[in-house]
């Protein structure tokens, strides 16, 4: 007895330190801790609530939900971390247990009717959608060359069908300044790219010639002026300085927009100085929830954020450089045996589905023991490092790189050096702290050289800020 008390005691001492560390941002080391604490008491539920949250912060929403089970306050957890997979319906469940626990409690209460609303807006789009065999692509009703531009407009402007360098740089600098491209303009660098991407297949090969270079980065995650700061540090995309964005261009940060029409006009102006990968951020359903549509809408138009969704979906999913480095967002598969042809021959024109190879393209992560296990995410899986052995063996690779994961110094490397995390996106969301980083490979031996860069300073917009108003109650 007297052990068991000291062991709530010392539990509570743990989890008190895990709440600072929550508080400063250091999610990896709450959750080390207050798992330390349910180790030592394991019947009080705020332990495992608080745990949840902190996977939660760190987009681990599969063990966010596992944890949520454990406790009566999980139910709220719960709700979110379902919330932020985009699966309404599921979270309006919990969030209608927290109502029924807790009648009066007025949180509770906004929660669930902003829940109901949203699931109402999900079954009215539903009920109004057109069958896939009878829809028409919104850009069949685009004509951008009858689109005015106002004499007043002093901002960049394509002369004719080419997109030129220094339109871009222009654009670039108005967009430096918060200046708005006019929407011809943004009209004409989308459909551009629209034609471009549906050309090409599901799986890039990117050939690197001896002597050259090929810049990879990770997620950019809609932050403007580190993406200028990146190219400040390893120069402009040009046909010999050509970059790979690997997915997950747009969200979370609040200059999606500029991102976006950054990296398309580049692609627009030299096909080969750019390569751009999909990501499971480049979605409808990620898109509606973490700001980039209403980024669109309010910076764009309502038709921008039809023609980016249908855009998205003709990325390709993965690209191999000199037949040796395979580069794609999110990682492995779920069955061993996945040839580089069956990616290939992938149909990626669609929303990502919930399973399957291109699902794990884009959601999966590696884990640091062997096999594979359930997602922290709740979607795709976690996959060992024998996995990823097995993967290159069968495809006669050398490497993987992939994105999707915040880490502290922008990138890590694991399963014995045969695959690296790089991620793009310093101080990510303002508050991580973290390092960006991006690899340099130079042929024939394509050694990745790995650079990292702090985060620069940004207006006064916060991240988030165009985000889904009831998922912001939760950031």
Known sequence: MENESSNVSRAGEIKNLANEAFKAHKYGLAIDLYTQAIELNSQNAVYWANRSFAHAKLEEYGSAIQDATKAIEGYYRRGAAYLAMGKFKEALKDFQQVKRICPNDADATKKLK?????????????????????????????DY????????????????????LDFVKKMMEDFKNQKCLHKRYAFQIVLQMREMLRALPSLIDVNVPDGSLLTVCGDVHGQFYDLINIFELNGLPSEGNPYLFNGDFVDRGSFSVEVILTLFAFKCMCPSAIYLARGNHESKSMNKIYGFEGEVRSKLSETFVELFAEVFCYLPLAHVINQKVFVVHGGLFSVDGVKLSDIRALDRFCEPPEEGLMCELLWSDPQPYQGRGPSKRGVGLSFGGDVTKRFLEDNNLDLVVRSHEVKDEGYEIEHDGKLITVFSAPN???????????????????????ITFSAVPHPDVKPMAYANNFLRMFQ
């Open 114 to 142: 902003e829940c109901e609303k949203a699931v109402m807006k999900l079954k009215f789009e539903e009920a109004i959608s057109v069958p896939e065999s009878e829809r028409h692509s919104v850009a069949d009703s685009i």
């Open 145 to 164: 060359h009858t689109i005015n531009v106002e004499p007043k407009y002093s901002g960049a402007r394509i002369e004719g069908d080419v997109v030129t």
């Open 428 to 450: 990510y969301c303002d508050q991580m702290g973290n390092k960006g980083a991006f690899i340099r490979f130079e042929a024939p031996d394509l050694k990745p050289n790995i």
